[in-house]
């Protein structure tokens, strides 16, 4: 026999789809609440210093905020006068960003993979000095900046640079190499090559070490004659991983690479701007002029011109599910 439930009596509802989905999320998290337990230490600090912070510059750059009142919303402003009115972004910051990412980047990549395969050509018992001979510029770091380049271009004429040029007699008075505007972006890509081979060097040589050496045996068999297309057709397929890794390392290194004109020069704001990047503006509008709210959108659209670089470099060398 049917019963009908009459009109004027109460259903119950049926959850939605969304409640179900977090049901199941957290019913998942608590079976594996173990797993979770051991990565809470990682997930505290992924939050604490990069969620919350890319949020709060992400708020703050629609507002105006000088660090010690309270935020006042202005919309898209700050977006607005960056792209309209900020000559020093739009004529010095950018232009020198990309010519020093396009150079660094790109040339630093090169050079770190040219050296690790050079140096998995030599002998296992002396490839770890030379290892370490090209590792070492990268952990030196200020030190290195501060004792070696700084008194390389000194601008006297006990600076190595001046110095040597003299002696030769191809110039006649000594050049103030940091303070000059012709030649300080061009130091600033030089040093930055010389400390390109870090991490991402690293994993290249690492990547290099795994490579089975019977796919250049099948591969002699299948008709590849020289070492340059052994390169091409075996070895960077083989070190796909690695070559992601460096790759990303080295977008995150030229992007972010904006103390070696203050250490370089020992100010905060280089000489006409001339090596004055993104990631100095920032600073500049930040630590500065407290303009912190300007300083925020800034960043973002630095993050936005990362964000574009990682998904190039995942297209070269991330797989399929990566994409």
Not at 19 to 48: G, T
Not at 136 to 160: E, H, K, Q, T
Not at 194 to 223: H, K
């Amino acid at each position: 026999m049917k019963i009908e439930l009459s009109p004027g009596l109460p259903q119950k509802r049926r959850p939605s789809a969304i409640r179900l989905k977090w049901n199941r999320f957290w019913l998942q998290i608590w079976r594996d609440r173990v797993s979770y337990l051991f990565l809470a230490p990682f997930l505290i600090c992924f939050m604490l210093f990069i969620v919350i912070p890319v949020i709060m510059a992400g708020t703050l750059g629609f507002t105006s905020y000088d660090g010690f009142g309270v935020p006042r919303f202005i919309g898209l402003d700050n977006y607005i006068v960056m792209f309209t009115q900020d000559i020093i972004f739009l004529t010095k910051a950018i232009p020198n960003t990309f010519l020093f990412a396009l150079i660094v980047g790109p040339g630093g990549y090169i050079l770190a993979f040219l050296f690790a395969w050079l140096i998995h050509q030599l002998p296992l018992r002396i490839r770890d000095y030379y290892t370490l001979a090209f590792y070492a510029p990268s952990m030196a770091g200020a030190v290195a900046l501060s004792v070696v380049w700084i008194a390389a271009f000194s601008g006297d004429r006990v600076g190595y640079v001046n110095d040597f040029l003299l002696n030769m007699g191809w110039i006649d008075s000594p050049i103030i190499w940091l303070q000059d505007k012709k030649y300080l972006l061009i130091i600033m890509i030089v040093v930055s090559l010389w400390t390109s081979f870090s991490v991402g060097f690293l994993s290249m040589l690492a990547g290099l070490q795994t490579v089975n050496r019977e796919l250049y045996e099948a591969g002699r068999i299948d008709g590849i004659s020289g070492r340059l297309q052994e390169v091409f057709y075996i070895t960077l397929p083989s070190m796909k991983p690695q070559m992601l890794f460096s790759a990303v390392m080295s977008i995150v290194g030229t992007l972010k690479a904006g103390s070696i004109s203050t250490q370089l020069t020992g100010m905060p704001v280089t000489p006409s701007y001339a090596g004055h990047l993104v990631i100095n503006h920032i600073d500049d509008y930040a630590f500065i002029r407290f303009e912190l709210g300007y300083a925020s959108a800034v960043s973002v659209i630095l993050l936005i011109i990362s964000y574009f670089a990682m998904r190039f470099a995942y297209r070269l060398f991330g797989s399929k599910e990566e994409l």
